[in-house]
């Protein structure tokens, strides 16, 4: 079956210039999460998405980013007014969402590679 | 809070050799541990995972992890490195009450022919 897929692969931007990043998950996950990745960091989460809950946003760095899930599916994550230090890939995973939460194994997308310039 | 620290961002090994990759974590409570691995553009995938019950945790291609609650620690081993074994590695750590991981900075293996 498919995996979890993002898109673009890749984005070039221009700082100040807004950017959407798409998350498909795992048919049937119902969590779902997005991290950052940096250079030489390891991966910094964002935000959880689990059924129709409120979302986990404890992980967001500004009030530049938000994220959405649409019909507990599609994810999109909205990064305004770039800077140049969001310059990362972010990755987004999925996993079951049954009541295992945090022992449940992630299935992780490819990335998006995000330069803004 | 709870942290991970991976000693090594760079470890070489050669094909045959022993690999040993360091975890170690910080945690207020009992925690689940994880080893991802990612090939080269590839996303991460589950290496082995610790819940609760054996210490000795065995994964794929051959891994395997010993959870040590006196030293915080949660090392990755093979036996024999195979070429294929090449990749970025990050151990994680979750705890029970919460849905948040917390991911090493990763480790990247080299395997020498």
């Known amino acids: 079956g498919a995996g979890v897929s993002q898109s673009p692969s890749n984005k070039v931007t221009e700082k100040g210039k807004d950017v959407e990043l798409r998350c498909d998950p795992i048919?049937?996950?119902?969590?779902l999460y997005w991290y950052r990745q940096s250079l030489g960091q390891g991966l910094e989460f964002l935000i959880y998405f689990q059924g129709n809950s409120a979302p986990d946003k404890s992980g967001l760095p500004s009030d530049r980013f938000s994220a959405e899930r649409t019909g507990g599916s599609v994810s999109t994550l909205t990064i305004q007014r770039t800077q140049q230090e969001d310059s990362a890939v972010y990755l987004c995973?999925?996993?079951?969402?049954?009541?295992?939460?945090?022992?449940?194994?992630?299935?992780f997308g490819p990335g998006t590679r995000l330069l803004v310039l | 809070a709870q942290s991970v620290t991976q000693l090594g961002s760079h470890v070489s090994v050669s094909e045959g050799a022993l690999v040993l990759l360091r975890c170690n974590y910080s945690s207020s409570v009992p925690p689940y541990l994880f080893w991802y691995v990612q090939y080269p553009n590839q996303g991460l995938q589950l290496l082995l995972k610790y819940t609760t019950g054996a210490t000795l945790v065995k994964g794929i291609n051959g891994f395997e992890a010993e959870f040590k609650k006196s030293e915080t620690s949660f090392h990755l081993t093979k036996p024999s490195a195979h070429i294929s074994d090449a990749a970025e590695y990050f151990c994680a750590v979750s705890v029970r009450s919460g849905n948040q991981f917390y991911f090493g900075t990763g480790t990247s293996l080299t395997v020498i022919p």
């Open positions: 048919s049937g996950h119902t969590a």
């Open positions: 995973a999925s996993s079951l969402g049954g009541s295992g939460g945090a022992v449940e194994t992630q299935y």
